[in-house]
Nanobody, 114 residues
Framework: VQLQASGGGLVQAGGSLRLSCAAS????????MGWYRQRSGKSREFVAE???????NYADSVKGRFTISRDNEKNILYLQMNSLESGDTAVYYC?????????WGQGTQVTVSS
């Protein structure tokens, strides 16, 4: 499966962005889809995931501010990011786990100015 992330950009602290991850195939049967980020000089870290069946999980740092969702008709994974902070500045990557194999999209840069 190929993943194409988009929606990053420059935003002021307190603002919002919505990231999209378009998949090349039907995502209904993909067990786990998620977002990760990599801040400058840091390793890639978990942000949020959507599990088939409807459950979601979030990193503590984004709980209450970010919302992950899927559009199964359009085969798109979203990440709505509100109340952005400078610490959210990173390259964001989407990931899909299919048949226990991870697939990664290219990153999209999110920059939050304070």
């Amino acid at each position: 499966v190929q993943l194409q992330a988009s929606g990053g950009g420059l935003v002021q602290a307190g603002g919002s962005l919505r990231l999209s991850c378009a998949a090349s195939r039907n995502i209904v049967r993909i067990n786990v889809m998620g977002w990760y980020r990599q801040r400058s000089g840091k390793s890639r870290e978990f942000v949020a995931e959507s599990v088939r069946g409807g459950s979601t999980n979030y990193a503590d740092s984004v709980k209450g501010r970010f919302t992950i969702s899927r559009d199964n008709e359009k085969n798109i994974l979203y990440l709505q990011m509100n109340s952005l902070e400078s610490g959210d500045t990173a390259v964001y990557y989407c990931k899909a786990v299919l048949d226990d194999w991870p697939y990664w999209g290219q990153g999209t840069q999110v920059t939050v100015s304070s």
